[in-house]
């Protein structure tokens, strides 16, 4: 699908979503939903109109019945494909792909449901879950004079930025608290599930990346905890993505990159018999971390799985291939599946081909 590709996911969001039997994919102004095994095009949907005279769908995601998307400006996806493009994505502070506007459709009549217009919002903040999407949103000035549709955190939490809750099915405002400057630089990430909202953020302190990690009642927005940690890479200005390691939750637990935390309470997790907290050991390559509901997955040098279950050791799925740059170990259907993610890289691994595990 022509338009449809993009770079730089750590500062973006997919393009597309799978749900039931269909593929849904951003392209230009509209999405389209195609027929999983088939390919055809069911249905497509057009984002709504907006203060500019062109637009692209941004964010990408359907739960509940509800098709959520972002309306960006042409340009704010990176979609070049260049060494100087994927090399720029590795600095420190990198501008973040923001929407303008976020709206939903009904999937199955197609209609509007609803739409907003009322700050920037990066796509890295979106998050939804019974029955509600959530999201930061700038109402800065400085960040919405901005001209393709790229920001800085500085400017985005400049001065009015909010962490708002809207109601899935009709758009309303459930509730909205401020989200203070300099709270995060690098990223903002926002996950949502079992009545929480966390939001993982990371800045440079002390020669080191932290990483601020900070939970909401998503019935409120009150705050429930807040915890930091510094990255277990030393130093600042890394280029292997010591910066923007995006959080998981995996059941009642929230790992952000090394730690794990209780998602209501935030205490630190006990991972072994003796009852001592743990984190994940400094490993060798890029990517971040995926998780089913017993397992964690990253990248140490080759593909990797850590049993959540007290007592295991992390464990090489093979070693004779690499996973992508970003997330592209998926735990999904009982299958761990492994995409091929590395061929554009000079790393030395010798089988640049997909797999598929099954449970034994």
């Not at 704010?76 to 506007?101: H, I, K, M, N, W």
């Not at 004079?145 to 009015?160: H, K, Q, S």
């Not at 401020?178 to 302190?205: E, K």
Request: aromatic share 6%.
């Amino acid at each position: 699908l022509a338009g449809s590709r993009r770079l730089g996911a750590p500062y973006d969001t997919s393009f597309m979503a799978a749900v039931g039997d269909r593929l849904y994919v951003a392209t230009g102004e509209e999405c389209r939903a195609l027929d999983a095994a088939t390919g055809e095009t069911v249905a497509t949907y057009t984002a709504p109109a907006g203060e500019e005279t062109e637009q692209r769908w941004g964010h990408v995601a359907v739960i509940d019945g509800r098709l959520i998307g972002t309306t960006q400006r042409p340009g704010a996806s990176r979609t070049r494909f260049s060494r100087e493009d994927v090399v720029e994505q590795y600095r420190e502070l990198r501008p973040l792909v923001t929407g303008d506007g976020i709206f939903a459709f009904d999937v199955e009549s197609g209609a509007l449901a609803w739409s907003r217009r009322a700050g920037l919002i990066p796509n890295t903040s979106i998050a939804a879950s019974e029955g509600s999407v959530y999201f930061l949103e700038s109402r800065s000035a400085a960040a919405r004079e901005n001209r393709d549709g790229r920001v800085t955190l500085d400017a985005l939490l400049e001065r009015d930025a909010h962490v708002v809750a809207l109601d899935l099915r009709n758009g309303a405002v459930r509730w909205e608290r401020p989200y203070p400057a300099g709270t995060t630089r690098h990223i903002l990430y926002t996950c949502a599930t079992r009545g929480t909202v966390v939001l993982v953020g990371s800045n440079n302190q002390s020669g080191h990346v932290w990483y601020h990690v900070e939970a909401l009642d998503a019935r409120d927005g009150t705050r429930l905890w807040k915890r930091d940690h510094a990255n277990n890479r030393p130093g600042i200005g890394g280029d292997h993505g010591e910066q923007v390691h995006h959080p998981v939750i995996a059941g009642t637990v929230v790992i952000a990159e090394p730690l794990a935390y209780d998602l209501r309470t935030g205490a630190r997790v006990d991972r072994d018999t003796a009852g001592a907290a743990w984190a994940i050991a400094r490993r060798s390559g890029c990517g971040t971390i995926s998780a089913s509901s017993t397992c964690l997955y990253y990248r140490d040098s080759n593909p990797t799985a850590l049993d959540l279950t007290p007592g295991h050791a992390p464990k090489k799925v093979t070693r004779v291939n690499r996973p992508g740059c970003w997330i592209s170990i998926i735990p999904a259907g009982g299958l761990l599946l492994l995409p091929e993610a590395s061929s554009g890289c000079v790393c030395g691994y010798p089988l640049q081909t997909s797999m598929a595990f099954g449970p034994r």
